[in-house]
């Protein structure tokens, strides 16, 4: 049977759609703004595609700290802008930096 023959096929789709919308807008966020960042700094496309991609990666592991910190969901669209803006060499060098300090603690 075709996806559009199915209502109970789309109208389970709606709803993951809706239940993730935070999630789904934050990463595309994310990944707009990397894309537009090298297209401004005059990368090419692969550097496009591989930076946007692991933008929205970063981002998507990110936004579940909203909850363990009690943010709202709606913090999320921040943090797709942010990751998308900083970059994923930027988003290393803070967790370098913060990882070596809890070691250095140890």
Not at 1 to 23: E, G, I, N, T, Y
Not at 32 to 40: G, H, L, S
Not at 50 to 61: D, F, I, K, Q, S
Not at 69 to 91: C, N
Request: hydrophobic share 50%; net charge neutral.
């Amino acid at each position: 049977m075709k996806m559009d023959h199915d209502p109970s096929l789309w109208a389970a789709f709606v709803a993951w759609v809706a239940s993730h919308h935070p999630q789904l807008y934050a990463f595309g966020l994310s990944v707009a703004i990397a894309v537009v960042r090298v297209i401004y700094g005059n990368g090419g496309w692969r550097q496009m595609a591989l930076e946007g991609a692991l933008c929205g990666l970063a981002t998507l592991t990110l936004v579940p700290l909203l909850a363990y910190f009690g943010l709202p969901d709606s913090m999320a669209t921040f943090v797709g802008g942010a990751v998308g803006f900083m970059g994923v060499e930027k988003l290393r060098e803070y967790a370098d930096r913060i990882i070596g300090k809890k070691i250095e603690k140890v």
